[in-house]
């Protein structure tokens, strides 16, 4: 990419948007064209071509998508499915027909609940996603097998990276709309504000999930977008940190991090989800790119920019 190449970055207010157009600003790209929902509704076809007309990108860069916790993926999941894929066909489409290179982010929720571990890429549609994100899963699903099948039958540029979970600052720190780090972080915090002597946590706690921060996954989004095109990564990448924890042990790293004393309580009764969901990131790394934050201190930064924008 030049530095004066026209990049359209949707769903730039978002957790990874803010961290891709800091990235950007940063690297000295002048010509980009930020979209958020308020903006352009990207789930109305007609908003999208307007949009691609206007600004005729060269590069797309596409993390528009309505997202949130297992609460709200089990309370909406005809949102979670109808909203992604109309963003993403509406935003795939254009791409087409104006030559755009793209990079699609995934989830790693697109892989089944029943899965080797590590993930592999090769593990996508060998068994069922986890059911109480299913909506989300198959929605992203179709968003990295619609880039494939415009890949292999118009020659497209699209690029598809997978990511694990990811958190950071610009994270969603409510209680529908919050994955499980910002929802602790705000648990914990509030526990320690009002003196509460314990904390109730979702689940048993030993389910194990594998983080990453939203810079690192930012300059893996800058990294591939530049450095590679479709014909190189076939058929998609992942990208996380190669590391897991348990649930417990995260709320304890975040009870220490934000100094509460009192005693977290997982309530036994709610859904863990997937067991265990860890991803092999090897062929990132072959390509080149590695996380770099380690969690403790991507959690500090994280829980600081929450205390300053609270």
């Not at 979209?35 to 005729?56: G, M, V």
């Not at 916790?69 to 489409?93: H, R, S, W």
């Not at 097998?145 to 292999?152: A, E, I, P, R, S």
């Not at 005693?263 to 860890?278: A, C, Q, S, T, Y």
């Amino acid at each position: 990419m030049n530095k004066d190449s026209r990049i359209l970055v949707t769903g730039s207010s978002g957790l990874v948007g803010h961290a891709v157009v800091k990235l950007l600003n940063a690297k000295g790209y002048t010509n980009l064209r930020l979209t958020y929902k308020e903006d352009k509704d990207l789930t109305i076809q007609q908003n999208a071509i307007d949009l691609f007309n206007e600004f005729n990108p060269e590069y797309v860069i596409h993390l528009a998508a309505k997202v949130g916790g297992i609460m709200a993926n089990i309370k909406q999941p005809a949102d979670f499915t109808y909203e992604n894929l109309m963003m993403e066909c509406n935003v795939i489409e254009e791409c087409r027909k104006h030559n755009s290179k793209l990079l699609f982010i995934g989830s790693v929720c697109i892989y089944p609940t029943e899965c080797r571990q590590p993930i592999v890429e090769e593990d996508l549609l060998t068994g069922k996603p986890e059911e109480s994100n299913e909506g989300y899963a198959i929605a992203k699903i179709a968003g990295v097998k619609l880039c494939d099948y415009y890949n292999k039958q118009y020659g497209t540029n699209f690029i598809c990276l997978m990511p694990c979970n990811i958190y950071g600052e610009h994270d969603y720190f409510n209680t529908e709309k919050s994955h499980v780090i910002p929802a602790i972080i705000r648990k914990i915090h509030q526990a320690k504000m009002t003196n509460e002597p314990h904390v109730d946590m979702w689940g048993t706690g030993i389910a194990r999930r594998e983080f990453i921060f939203v810079d690192d996954i930012a300059e893996a989004i800058l990294f591939f977008i530049e450095n590679y095109n479709a014909k190189d990564i076939y058929p998609f990448i992942n990208a996380g940190s190669g590391k897991d924890i348990s649930i417990k042990e995260l709320a304890e790293l975040i009870k220490e991090i934000v100094g509460y004393e009192g005693e977290i309580v997982f309530d036994r009764i709610n859904p863990d989800g997937m067991l265990k969901r860890l991803m092999d990131c090897s062929r990132a790394d072959i390509y080149g790119w590695t996380a770099k934050t380690e969690l403790k201190e991507g959690l500090k930064k994280t829980y600081e920019w929450y205390l300053n924008n609270e």
